[in-house]
């Protein structure tokens, strides 16, 4: 999917083709609901019709016929057709109001579902906010346009079909005039489309602006407060909010521009109906029931005709928004599901980077030629420089991107030849910033493993020793975690992800510096977690404060996406290179060394 395109120009989608789909694809699933609002919308079209004409007969009954009992029946069949448009509108309305629902609710899901199949890449170039206001707006607007069609069709055409057989019946020649009215009216309104269609793209664009400084704001609400932000926040989203309210009201300006000269023409018709009503009355013998009755369709059809004069308008707005969704549905996904591929089967759960070289962006690469084993069952530490591609290397394990060369092998198997699912199924990762959901603490770990049952849960926390801090909440493994799981410490945060890590009891366990930025009690806890998590799988372990490297079976330091020293602890810090250069900084910096060792970032 392209970013959001510069100009509306841009845009491949044209309006007609557009709605042809929505119609197609979208709308003709519920024909069988919209033929019944549209009968619905039809009795009320003609029902309302029936009244001005019945009205009509009121006039006459009264001025004459001089008939009490004829204005009396008359005005209770008004009644009755006033009671068939309240039930018919009603029906209509809510059949309408579900269809929407349903169609919103479906693109939505095809959203989430589109967004599911992206990569991790695609998410890393765009904010996250774009996608949330296409899929509100965006999904809205699809509704919107379905909507205005169907109420087009429905409500205002059939309303004015069934008014204009009242008026030509009263009065053909009168009928014939009103008509004069429609070619000026066209031609104010095909030139305001245009500039109805950049204003919506801007509104939707300035949306998604609030929304980002919104986001953004919120989730670092910590740095906001800490670095005293909140006035400049407070001006960043000013200004967002500022430009989509001077938008909103030039599309209301713009929209409703034709406003005033649409009245114009319509009292222009009015009075022309009034004089020429009147004339007839007067010169040519017609009943006044007759004048009435064209004069009260007349006036009735007006707010449906100019409610079509406006279709154009309408639809060209919404069809912004249901192109920004269907946009990124349509694009092509950037990591589709592969489950047609074998499975990976594990034996020994042996790790092999083969002259692996990767990266993000061209010319800019990230690994060169990198080639390793990680051995079954025993514990690989990445070391080195921040930036040096130690997370990298995780990252192409679980396939959030593909290598540009070389290969990665697992168990004699290349990770790009198996799905992708059945690797990440084997793999239990524990990442540099532990994500929690919005959820209990039992519901974060329980997805470590689909139907986890309660023991297996309380099992894993336990060993992650994570069991005693959950106890000691009131509401016990029940207590909500908040957002990203802001109601819990770093540590707890760290051990109830590797409660979820052990649950999945996967072979292979990636870890990204999880034991950052801990206090030393929290740290022995949470370490002692991942010895639990670790035994008896084949682990790579990214060690930053590197409490577990000096028992590790295999020390590679990484550095400019290379692997510049290997070999365990000793050997490492008897060679005297970059190792035990880390080392000596370390020791420095936290004085005579106990057995926990070393951190790597320089
Ligand atoms: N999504 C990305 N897009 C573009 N470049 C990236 C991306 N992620 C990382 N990089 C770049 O790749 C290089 C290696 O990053 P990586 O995260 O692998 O380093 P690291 O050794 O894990 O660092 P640290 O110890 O600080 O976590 C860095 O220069 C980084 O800027």
């Known amino acids: 999917m392209a970013p959001f395109p510069k100009k509306i120009t841009d845009d491949p ?11 197609m694809e979208q709308g003709v699933t519920y024909w069988r609901r919209y033929l019944l609002a549209l009968v619905l919308m039809g009795v009320s079209a003609g029902a309302t019709a029936g009244s001005a004409w019945v009205l009509g007969q009121v006039i006459n009954q009264a001025y004459v016929d001089k008939n009490v009992r004829g204005i009396v029946i008359w005005s209770l069949v008004i009644t009755v057709l006033f009671a068939i448009k309240g039930a018919s509108t009603y029906g209509g309305t809510v059949i309408l109001s579900k269809i929407s629902n349903a169609i919103l609710a479906n693109n939505q899901r095809a959203l989430f579902a589109k967004l599911m199949n992206e990569s991790v890449g695609f998410f890393s170039e765009r904010h996250s906010s774009e996608f949330l206001a296409r899929l509100t707006a965006g999904a809205k607007s699809i509704t919107d346009v379905l909507n205005s069609l169907i109420n087009a069709v429905g409500r205002d055409l059939l309303l004015l079909i069934s008014l204009a057989v009242v008026m030509v019946m009263q009065d053909p020649f009168m009928s014939m005039l009103g008509l004069l009215v429609t070619p000026p009216a066209m031609l104010v309104l095909r030139k305001l489309v245009k500039r109805i269609k950049g204003l919506a793209y801007t509104q939707f664009t300035g949306t998604a602006d609030i929304l980002e400084t919104m986001q953004e704001s919120l989730q670092g609400i910590r ?26 009201n030039k599309m209301a300006r713009v929209s409703n521009r034709s406003n005033p000269l649409m009245e114009m023409l319509g009292g222009f018709a009015v009075a022309g109906g009034l004089l020429y009503g009147g004339y007839s009355v007067v010169a040519l013998a017609a009943t006044p029931g007759q004048f009435f009755s064209f004069l009260s369709a007349f006036l009735l059809a007006t707010e449906p005709a100019k409610r079509l004069a406006r279709l154009n308008i309408e639809l060209n707005s919404n069809l912004v928004g249901a192109r920004m969704l269907l946009e990124v549905v349509d694009s092509p996904a950037s990591e589709l599901s592969d489950d047609d591929k074998p499975s990976l089967k594990l034996s020994d759960a042996r790790i092999e980077l083969r002259d692996v070289s990767f990266a993000y962006r061209a010319n800019e690469p990230v690994l060169n030629r990198m080639s390793f084993v990680a051995e079954p069952g025993k514990v690989t530490a990445l070391v080195g420089p921040s930036g040096g591609g130690k997370s990298t290397v995780l990252a192409l394990l679980l396939r959030f991107y593909e290598v540009t060369q070389g290969d990665i092998l697992i168990d004699s198997q290349s990770i790009s030849a198996v799905s992708r699912r059945s690797l990440r199924q084997q793999t239990a990762y524990v ?22 049952t309660e023991a297996e849960i309380i099992e894993a926390a336990k060993a992650a020793c994570a069991h005693e801090f959950i106890m000691s909440f009131p509401l016990g493994y029940d207590t909500p975690v908040g957002e990203h799981g802001t109601q819990l410490s770093g540590g707890q945060r760290q051990r109830v992800a590797v409660a979820r890590a052990l649950l999945k009891n996967a072979p292979i ?19 002692e977690a991942i010895e639990h998590l670790c035994q008896n799988r084949t682990t790579i372990v990214i060690a930053h404060r590197l409490h577990t490297i000096m028992h590790a079976d295999a020390i590679l330091v990484v550095e400019g996406g290379e692997i510049v020293e290997r070999g365990r602890h000793e050997d490492l810090l008897r060679r005297g290179g970059r190792y035990a250069s880390f080392f000596r900084l370390q020791h420095r910096e936290t004085g005579p060394l106990t057995l926990t060792p070393i951190s790597a970032t320089a």
Not at 13 to 23: D, E, K, N, P
Request: charged share 30%; proline share 0%.
């Open 13 to 23: 989608y044209g309006a007609v083709i557009l709605i042809r789909r929505l119609v």
């Open 223 to 248: 740095t906001v407060k800490a670095f005293t932000l909140e006035q400049t926040m407070r001006e960043r989203i000013d200004a967002s909010i500022a430009a989509v309210e001077r938008n909103a």
């Open 431 to 452: 990442g540099q910033d532990v994500y929690l959901f919005r959820d209990t603490i039992r519901e974060n770990i329980a997805f470590g493993k689909e139907g986890a």
């Open 509 to 527: 366990i990636l870890l990204d510096e999880a034991t950052a930025a801990l206090d030393s009690e929290s740290e022995k806890q949470v370490q």
